[in-house]
């Protein structure tokens, strides 16, 4: 090999090189819809929770790069604010836009549905009070504070939605013979509609579930001090049975990690910031 060459070679492997070290080097970039608001002692915010106060107010991570004379918004005692789409780099507490702000897409729908249909199949005939003398407000709320004591209780709430069509202002709307209480029971379900059934004659279903109402108030309060100061908000979802817990950015590893922590599917994490495709 002359050394015309090899000195080319050498130079197509330091411009590979410098190329793939580029490529790895470059920030992933995120995007979120939503509120920027800047006042009360502070600059530039992403908000998550915006209070309807007058003028509005919130707080969340700084946005680097932001300037008010090139987007449109509103004022008001020394407060600016309004409605956009950003997109930038996240290194953990502050967003640094990488392109101008631009229009808000339309909100997409919900990640989960609240479906309060009841699971249990419908009795023949329809949902109905087996004993409407025990299908009463009292008694209603007597079976679910009895639920309640059981160490294996899970959930409970109130299928409504057979009237599809009555006015929600309808006094038959929250009449406790037209209501399915739902309870929710982990383990062995034999007997509890019979010890439910002493004290409630209104439609029941009675169904399983993985884990105790109990059991996802605990994985809620160790999710919330292991995501610690990154956590955004976490909740219990009695339907799907599971912790939903938000932070501003989710990566696949936290899931796997929580996954291995507190078993497949109990906690959902989710990220405000989504990563730009």
């Given at each position: 090999m002359n050394r015309r060459t090899a000195a080319f070679g050498l130079l197509t492997t330091l411009a590979l090189t410098?190329?793939?070290?580029?490529?790895?080097?470059?920030?992933?970039?995120?995007?979120?819809?939503?509120?920027?608001?800047?006042?009360?002692?502070?600059?530039?915010?992403?908000?998550?929770?915006?209070?309807?106060?007058?003028?509005?107010?919130?707080?969340?991570?700084?946005?680097?790069?932001?300037?008010?004379?090139?987007?449109?918004?509103?004022?008001?005692?020394?407060?600016?604010?309004?409605?956009y789409r950003v997109v930038g780099t996240w290194d953990g507490t502050r967003l640094t836009l990488t392109e101008p702000p631009g229009a808000p897409a339309e909100a997409a729908a919900p990640a989960h549905e609240e479906d309060f249909t009841s699971p249990c199949p419908a009795p023949a005939g329809g949902w109905r009070p087996v004993d409407p003398a025990k299908a009463t407000q009292r008694a209603l709320d007597e079976a679910m504070a009895r639920a309640g004591t059981a160490e294996e209780f899970a959930g409970a709430w109130l299928d409504q939605s057979y009237m599809k069509g009555l006015p929600a202002e309808s006094p038959e709307a929250n009449d406790p013979r037209r209501l399915v209480l739902n309870l929710k029971f982990t383990g062995d379900l034999s007997g509890r509609e019979a010890w439910i059934r002493e004290v409630w004659g209104g439609a029941l279903c009675v169904s399983g579930a993985a884990r105790s109402e109990s059991e996802l108030r605990a994985i809620q309060q160790e999710v919330e001090a292991e995501l610690g100061d990154g956590l955004v908000s976490a909740s219990s979802s009695v339907l799907r049975n599971q912790v939903e817990a938000q932070v501003w950015v989710a990566t696949d590893e936290q899931r796997r990690d929580l996954d291995a922590k507190h078993g497949a599917g109990a906690v959902v994490l989710d990220g405000v910031l989504k990563p730009v495709g």
């Open positions: 410098g190329c793939g070290a580029s490529e790895a080097a470059s920030p992933p970039r995120y995007q979120a819809g939503g509120t920027v608001l800047e006042g009360g002692g502070h600059g530039p915010q992403l908000c998550m929770m915006v209070m309807e106060s007058s003028p509005p107010q919130c707080s969340g991570p700084d946005i680097v790069g932001w300037d008010w004379n090139k987007v449109d918004h509103e004022s008001q005692g020394g407060v600016k604010w309004g409605e």
